[in-house]
């Protein structure tokens, strides 16, 4: 039964009406380190909506090394005309040393990127800058903050990257942008999942790292979502898909209830 809605979700949100007059969409700023599937979510949104594998982010390799290094605003194709309501922007990966600056995706959320910045792991964007929007409109801004975090390497993130996910998320509360975790890669830590996606939200291992997760960030287990990238499948599936939407779904709902209080 909760597996047999995709039709429904996707109509659901293909069909988002903004609840706001200033906004044209709705901006999803997805962050989180290196490997944790960021740039592969933007494509396996893409990818549920198309209804077969897309690659237009590229994807870090097994390097260590973030693959993203510009702001970059990813739109969904509708199969109407136009685009989807929302709209995604990555960000460079965090890392222990290097990596984006915390003041960078600061900034972002506040809409002073510009289109197109390349992230220096040195030196944050500072007001002045070339690529510096001084006067952002409430398109530019950030109407939704997803923190991505893997299933897999939960016990092993650093100390000092939860430092940096932690004063992110301050900022964000700080001026009430609403957040949203996805934990990624779930069929790499269950074996039943793993065979059969359907089992994600009764799965004891699933729930084990949802709650793992809650503690390390500080985020409540009720904004946390599993999802399964498309990673090395040749088409899409329901099951895949259902997970990616009924995240979307949240995603999209809390960004547009905090445009419509602006």
Not at 12 to 19: A, F, G, S, V
């Amino acid at each position: 039964m909760f597996f047999s809605g995709r039709g429904r979700l996707e109509c659901e949100l293909r069909n988002t009406k903004i609840r706001s007059s200033d906004v044209s969409h709705l901006r999803i700023l997805l962050y989180g380190q290196i490997g944790v599937g960021k740039s592969c979510f933007v494509n396996s949104v893409d990818s549920a909506f198309q209804h077969e594998i897309i690659n237009r982010a590229g994807e870090a390799p097994c390097s260590g090394k973030s693959y993203t290094k510009k702001y970059k605003t990813y739109k969904i194709r509708n199969v109407n005309g136009g685009f989807l309501p929302f709209v995604m922007n990555d960000v460079m990966g965090l890392e222990n040393k290097d990596g984006v600056q915390t003041a960078d995706v600061i900034s972002a959320l506040l809409g002073h990127v510009k289109e197109g910045y390349e992230f220096n792991p040195d030196t944050p964007l500072t007001e002045g800058d070339r690529n510096y929007v001084s006067n952002p409109s409430p398109d530019d801004k950030v109407h939704c903050l997803v923190t991505i975090v893997s299933a897999n390497s939960l016990s092993l993130m650093d100390q000092s990257v939860i430092k940096k996910m932690k004063t992110v998320k301050q900022q964000a509360n700080d001026i009430d942008i609403p957040q949203i975790v996805l934990l990624t890669k779930i069929d790499e830590v269950c074996p039943l999942v793993k065979k059969d996606l359907k089992k994600t939200y009764t799965s004891k291992k699933i729930h084990e790292k949802i709650n793992q997760c809650s503690n390390l960030i500080g985020t409540p287990v009720k904004f946390i979502f599993p999802v399964k990238n498309y990673c090395y499948e040749s088409d899409t599936n329901d099951p895949t898909d259902i997970l990616i939407m009924l995240a979307l779904r949240h995603i999209v709902s809390a960004a547009n209830d905090y445009v419509a209080s602006l």
